[in-house]
């Protein structure tokens, strides 16, 4: 099993796919990758040499942001939204959807599951006294 940026990528796939594995490369990410690298994308991860992990690996370091240090600038620009106390900060420190979707019907990922709240007593019960 290769280990690419910190991270042990499956042998039995194709290394185009197999680099995937990798969090913050992506599918366009990795062609771009391997053609850097001059690998072609159809081979097996188990059968590429050493010098060829090598050339993968350096080129991830060299051009991209993975794994987490890609992590890290995600949570301190979610950080910096809820210091300056825009919108999106708002939405994010509140646990809600923060783009635009809509929360009367659905947003149970973010909002988590149902808090029941007691309902008013009907309309026939209050007119009888």
Do not use: F, W
């Amino acid at each position: 099993m290769p280990r690419i940026a910190g991270v042990d990528i499956p042998n039995d796939k194709r290394i185009e796919i197999s680099l995937r594995y990798i969090y913050g490369v992506g599918p366009h990410v990795a062609k771009e990758i391997l053609k850097e690298s001059g690998i072609d994308g159809g081979v097996k991860a188990r059968d590429l040499t050493e010098d060829e992990v090598t050339r993968i690996a350096t080129a991830i370091t060299r051009d991209c942001i993975v794994e987490g240090q890609l992590r890290r600038q995600i949570q301190q620009n979610i950080a910096r939204l809820r210091d300056i106390g825009c919108y999106v900060g708002l939405r994010h420190r509140r646990g809600l959807p923060v783009r635009g979707q809509r929360t009367r019907s659905n947003a149970r990922t973010r909002k988590g599951p149902k808090k029941t709240v007691a309902g008013k007593k009907g309309v026939k019960e209050m007119h009888r006294g």
